[in-house]
C-alpha cells in the first residue's frame, strides 16, 4: 500500500524535538488505563510531552473523567451525531488540529479511522493492541487476549504500532512479550497483558516522540533509543 508521507528511503519522521513541549492527542472509549499511564508518565518527567486533547468516542467513560481530573480539555465525537465515517473522521481531524496536535495515541479507541484521519497524521498516529502482532489481530479487549488462550499460544503480549488504513497491521513500534500460564483465564491474561501495556505505550510515545523513526518497509527503525 502507498504509506503517506514516507517513503522506503525512510525520511526522518521525528515529530517534535527542541523546546517546544509536543503535544498529544489521545483517542479513548472506555477504561482510561493506558490514559492514565501516560498521564502519570507525563507527571513523573518520564515523557517529555503534554496532552493536548483527549477525545473519546462515548460519552460518560472513566477515561474523561480521568482527563478532566487533570485539567485537560476534552471532547466527545460520537458515531452516532455524524452522517458518515468521513464526516466523523472530518471532526476527529478538526479537533486535533485545533489542539495543535503532533502525535495522536490511540489508547483503546474503538473506531476505525476514515482515511482521512491517517492521511492528516501519516505515521504520527500510534495505537497498542494487546497481542503480539501480527498474531491475533482485530477486535477490541479482550477478543485478542481470548483468542490467543484459546490457541493455546505460550507467549503473548501488547504491541504498539503506526495506524495505516488497514486494522493493526501498520508498522511494529514496540512490543513486549507476557507468557501464558497453565491455570490462566481470558481475565488473568488480559490483567497482566495490561499492566504490560502500562509500560509500554509510554515508553514507545518517547521513542517515537525522540528515536527519529523511519519506515523501511514494515519495520520501524530508531537513531537511537
Ligand atoms: C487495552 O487492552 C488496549 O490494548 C486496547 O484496549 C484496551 C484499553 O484499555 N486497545 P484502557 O481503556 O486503556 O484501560
Do not use: W
Not at 13 to 23: E, F, K, L, Q, Y
Not at 161 to 175: K, L, N, R, S, Y
Amino acid at each position: 500500500m502507498a504509506e503517506p508521507g514516507m517513503g522506503e528511503s525512510g525520511g526522518d519522521n521525528a515529530v517534535a524535538t527542541g523546546p517546544r513541549t509536543p503535544a498529544l492527542g489521545v483517542l479513548v472509549s472506555g477504561r482510561g488505563s493506558n490514559l492514565r499511564a501516560i498521564l502519570d508518565a507525563i507527571a513523573r518527567g518520564d515523557l517529555r510531552a503534554r496532552a493536548g486533547i483527549v477525545i473519546s468516542s462515548r460519552a460518560g467513560v472513566p477515561a474523561l473523567e480521568i482527563a478532566a481530573a487533570r485539567g485537560i480539555p476534552t471532547r466527545v465525537i460520537a458515531p452516532r451525531d455524524y452522517p458518515s465515517r468521513a464526516a466523523e473522521g472530518a471532526a476527529v481531524v478538526a479537533a486535533l488540529s485545533e489542539a495543535g496536535v503532533d502525535l495522536v495515541v490511540l489508547a483503546g479507541y474503538a473506531r476505525i479511522f476514515d482515511p482521512c484521519v491517517v492521511r492528516a497524521f501519516p505515521y504520527r498516529i500510534l495505537n497498542i493492541h494487546p497481542s503480539l502482532l501480527p498474531a491475533f489481530a482485530g477486535g477490541m479487549a479482550p477478543k485478542p487476549q481470548a483468542d490467543a488462550l484459546a490457541a493455546g499460544v505460550k507467549l503473548s503480549g501488547c504491541t504498539v504500532h503506526f495506524v495505516t488504513d488497514e486494522v493493526d497491521a501498520g508498522p511494529i513500534i514496540a512490543q513486549v512479550a507476557v507468557p501464558v500460564l497453565d491455570d490462566d483465564t481470558v481475565e488473568r491474561l488480559a490483567e497482566r497483558i495490561l499492566a504490560a501495556e502500562h509500560t509500554l505505550l509510554p515508553e514507545a510515545i518517547r521513542r517515537v516522540l525522540e528515536g527519529h523513526p523511519r519506515v523501511t518497509g514494515r519495520r520501524v527503525l530508531f537513531d537511537h533509543r
